[in-house]
């Protein structure tokens, strides 16, 4: 069943209670982002939004300034609203592309963020893509997070995660909207691409044709339901970050959490921390390694992109190998 996306981000709008507020849109030039910042400056005066519009160029392919310059023509000639460009360096070859490509977006809406004084960042993530997301991880044997309404951290609000990519289409074809297809989006090496064409028409063919929606009210309970433990361990954290993080006096009152602390909140504890040095989830394996690392069980613990864990001296040490 379509849903009316205005009318969806309006309840948003009033949910989290928006008035007034000042909001950077992310918006690449694909179909979702072009429909956010379209019914983002439809509603513009009715909440007396100030829109501010931000386009990062990942620097990774030869067609990606060429996206940019639509988005900002785009931007600046038909919404005439403020418009924040920025470009990535050229990435290490040893780097790992989605960890570094998201380090680096964020840190660009950042720095926006900061220096405009903004409220809020918007993204235009879909029900789409938190459905694939769900069978992503699942099929990948990761743990089953997935992308959430609200991200306090980083100022990050989703308003269309009730949005299925049919209704994308809908509106795009009924306000003749103009985007820019990234060509990575029909290769199907990809995992989410391969699920995206391939799996999701399948299951909507032979399984059931609301398959779509199914998973993604799954997979915004899940994350919900999760979400709650990750704020537990969030809290933990902060109260161990009082000491330099993986000194000895940290690791020592960790050792005492671990005593009083269920093991599902230490072992995301430990993926917390490590995220804010790698940018990245490290998952449950290698936490629990960590876990023992702390524990005196083990004495190192290799981490993606050629890095390890250290233990010495009952400190633990970041380093490369």
């Given at each position: 069943m379509s849903?009316?996306?205005k009318e969806s981000v309006k309840a948003f709008l009033v949910k989290h209670n928006l008035q007034g507020k000042s909001v950077i849109l992310a918006v690449s030039g694909g179909k979702d982002s072009v429909t956010l910042l379209d019914v983002c400056y439809f509603l513009k005066d009715e909440f007396n939004l100030d829109l501010l519009v931000s386009h990062f160029d990942h620097n990774l392919r030869n067609t990606s300034k060429g996206?940019?310059?639509?988005?900002?023509?785009?931007?600046k000639e038909k919404y005439k609203l403020k418009f924040f460009r920025?470009?990535?360096?050229?990435?290490?070859n040893n780097e790992n592309t989605e960890a570094w490509a998201r380090q680096k977006r964020y840190e660009f809406l950042k720095k926006i963020y900061t220096?405009?004084?903004a409220d809020f960042i918007f993204t235009a993530h879909t029900g789409s893509d938190v459905a694939e997301t769900l069978l992503m991880r699942l099929i990948s044997n990761k743990e089953p997070r997935n992308i959430y309404e609200v991200d306090t951290k980083r100022h990050l609000l989703r308003p269309l995660l009730n949005v299925l990519r049919e209704d994308i289409e809908n509106y795009v074809k009924e306000h003749n909207l103009?985007?820019?297809e990234?060509?990575?989006?029909?290769?199907?090496?990809?995992l989410r691409n391969k699920i995206r064409h391939i799996l999701i028409p399948f299951l909507n063919k032979n399984f059931n044709e609301n398959v779509e929606s199914f998973l993604n009210t799954r997979g915004i309970n899940l994350e919900e339901d999760l979400s709650s433990l990750y704020s537990i361990a969030r809290k933990e954290l902060d109260t161990l970050n009082q000491y330099e993080k993986f000194s000895k006096a940290w690791v020592k009152n960790f050792r005492e959490l671990l005593k009083t602390e269920h093991l599902s909140i230490c072992w995301r504890i430990v993926e917390l921390s490590l995220k804010d040095e790698l940018f990245f989830n490290v998952g449950k394996k290698v936490s629990l390694e960590v876990v023992d690392l702390i524990l005196n069980k083990r004495v190192a613990v290799n981490l993606p992109e050629?890095?390890?864990?250290v233990r010495s001296k009952g400190k633990i040490f970041i380093e490369k190998f």
């Amino acid at each position: 069943m379509s849903i009316n996306i205005k009318e969806s981000v309006k309840a948003f709008l009033v949910k989290h209670n928006l008035q007034g507020k000042s909001v950077i849109l992310a918006v690449s030039g694909g179909k979702d982002s072009v429909t956010l910042l379209d019914v983002c400056y439809f509603l513009k005066d009715e909440f007396n939004l100030d829109l501010l519009v931000s386009h990062f160029d990942h620097n990774l392919r030869n067609t990606s300034k060429g996206d940019a310059d639509f988005v900002e023509k785009l931007v600046k000639e038909k919404y005439k609203l403020k418009f924040f460009r920025g470009l990535a360096p050229i990435k290490d070859n040893n780097e790992n592309t989605e960890a570094w490509a998201r380090q680096k977006r964020y840190e660009f809406l950042k720095k926006i963020y900061t220096e405009n004084s903004a409220d809020f960042i918007f993204t235009a993530h879909t029900g789409s893509d938190v459905a694939e997301t769900l069978l992503m991880r699942l099929i990948s044997n990761k743990e089953p997070r997935n992308i959430y309404e609200v991200d306090t951290k980083r100022h990050l609000l989703r308003p269309l995660l009730n949005v299925l990519r049919e209704d994308i289409e809908n509106y795009v074809k009924e306000h003749n909207l103009k985007f820019v297809e990234d060509p990575t989006n029909s290769d199907t090496n990809y995992l989410r691409n391969k699920i995206r064409h391939i799996l999701i028409p399948f299951l909507n063919k032979n399984f059931n044709e609301n398959v779509e929606s199914f998973l993604n009210t799954r997979g915004i309970n899940l994350e919900e339901d999760l979400s709650s433990l990750y704020s537990i361990a969030r809290k933990e954290l902060d109260t161990l970050n009082q000491y330099e993080k993986f000194s000895k006096a940290w690791v020592k009152n960790f050792r005492e959490l671990l005593k009083t602390e269920h093991l599902s909140i230490c072992w995301r504890i430990v993926e917390l921390s490590l995220k804010d040095e790698l940018f990245f989830n490290v998952g449950k394996k290698v936490s629990l390694e960590v876990v023992d690392l702390i524990l005196n069980k083990r004495v190192a613990v290799n981490l993606p992109e050629n890095k390890r864990l250290v233990r010495s001296k009952g400190k633990i040490f970041i380093e490369k190998f």
